[in-house]
């Protein structure tokens, strides 16, 4: 058994081994443990150690290098009942904790019945991928959290789950104008309408083009998500924006869109990418180089060919090698 090629995968954190023979069942498994992977070593490590234990070699011991990840910080949050009250951060080195102010845990405690069992109603949330400092995005995410659910909505929640049997709260839409977004001052308040946005239209981008100028980084970062979701050439500008903000989440968000979308006429601006000062923004770039590129990416990725992340080197690398050799352009893994 060889390897034939290594291809990669969406995720930065993944590569697709290529083998030079199949399961004569033709039958695949899943590891689920794989959902709670850390990213801690470099593939500059990993992938010789793959090649040589698959072709029945000798490992040998390489000299290790600090571990390269993507600034990726991991955030979730406590939930009881719908309710919000602990906070948790995970980064490929380290786990932080914060817990909501007094009134979340008072209002978490007064939804308790007697026969409750919290260990097993209790659940994490998963509230994405953040990238920045770890107690940056402590603080982000914890005015973000108490932006969700201000004082009313605990107490809607509350009232729900004395008087009903508890089921996980539904998500409610609600479409807003650019008028009442507008006169809408309290940034908090502009977020919640932001996530309750059901999928907007092409009449929705001024709007958004708004919530892409404010200042706090919840909001631009929701609404480059909505933008992603308005399949038409037209919202590439607004998504530009986003690309070269000043926030690497935003950024990054922006590139994930970018992908999803498939739009060729992104590939210049992606070049651009490749310069980014955040790595998870470069690999992005080039993924979508190497999904979507031709001849004319070239040289804009031999420039970059020398990257100082491995991942984001490779992800080059393949790139060039797949447009040199004139094989096709493989859309969206």
Request: charged share 25%; with cysteine.
């Given at each position: 058994m060889e390897i034939v090629r290594v291809e990669p995968t969406p995720s930065p954190n993944t590569m697709k081994i290529v083998l030079s023979e199949k399961r004569k069942d033709n039958q695949s498994t899943t590891y689920t443990t794989v959902n709670d992977k850390q990213?801690?070593?470099?593939?500059?490590?990993?992938?010789?150690?793959i090649t040589s234990t698959l072709n029945h070699e000798e490992t040998f011991q390489l000299d290790q290098k600090p571990d390269e990840h993507y600034g990726e910080v991991h955030a979730e949050v406590l939930m009881f009942k719908g309710k919000p009250y602990?906070?948790?951060?995970?980064?490929?080195?380290e786990e932080k904790r914060k817990q909501l102010p007094e009134i979340y845990i008072d209002k978490m405690l007064e939804t308790q019945k007697d026969n409750d069992n919290i260990i097993f109603i209790r659940k994490w949330q998963d509230f994405g991928i953040r990238y920045d400092e770890l107690q940056d995005v402590m603080n982000d995410l914890y005015e973000?959290?108490?932006?969700?659910?201000?004082?009313?909505?605990?107490?809607?929640?509350?009232?729900?789950?004395?008087?009903?049997?508890?089921?996980?709260?539904?998500?409610?839409?609600?479409?807003?104008?650019?008028?009442k977004?507008?006169?809408?001052?309290?940034?908090?308040?502009?977020?919640?309408?932001?996530?309750?946005?059901?999928?907007?239209?092409?009449?929705?981008?001024?709007?958004?083009?708004?919530?892409?100028?404010?200042?706090?980084?919840?909001?631009?970062?929701?609404?480059?998500?909505?933008?992603?979701?308005?399949?038409?050439?037209d919202?590439?500008?607004?998504?530009?924006?986003?690309?070269?903000?000043?926030?690497?989440?935003?950024?990054?968000?922006?590139?994930?869109?970018?992908?999803?979308?498939?739009?060729?006429?992104?590939?210049?601006?992606?070049?651009?990418?490749?310069a980014d000062p955040q790595k998870i923004v470069r690999w992005r770039s080039a993924m979508f180089i190497f999904d979507e590129g031709n001849e004319k990416q070239l040289h804009s990725l031999k420039v970059h060919a020398d990257d100082s992340a491995y991942g984001v080197k490779m992800q080059i690398e393949m790139a060039i090698s797949r447009i040199e050799n004139g094989d096709e352009a493989l859309g969206s893994v």
């Open positions: 990213p801690k070593a470099d593939w500059e490590n990993v992938l010789p150690l602990q906070l948790k951060l995970t980064s490929n080195k973000e959290v108490l932006a969700l659910y201000p004082k009313q909505r605990l107490e809607n929640l509350v009232n729900e789950a004395l008087t009903t049997d508890f089921v996980v709260p539904k998500q409610h839409f609600h479409h807003i104008t650019l008028e977004y507008s006169n809408t001052h309290d940034w908090k308040a502009r977020l919640r309408m932001l996530k309750a946005f059901p999928t907007p239209a092409i009449n929705d981008i001024p709007l958004l083009e708004t919530a892409l100028a404010e200042e706090k980084i919840p909001l631009r970062r929701e609404a480059v998500v909505l933008l992603g979701m308005i399949e038409s050439t919202v590439l500008p607004y998504i530009y924006k986003g690309l070269h903000d000043q926030s690497p989440a935003v950024r990054r968000t922006a590139g994930d869109c970018i992908s999803d979308l498939v739009f060729k006429e992104a590939l210049p601006e992606m070049e651009k990418a490749l």
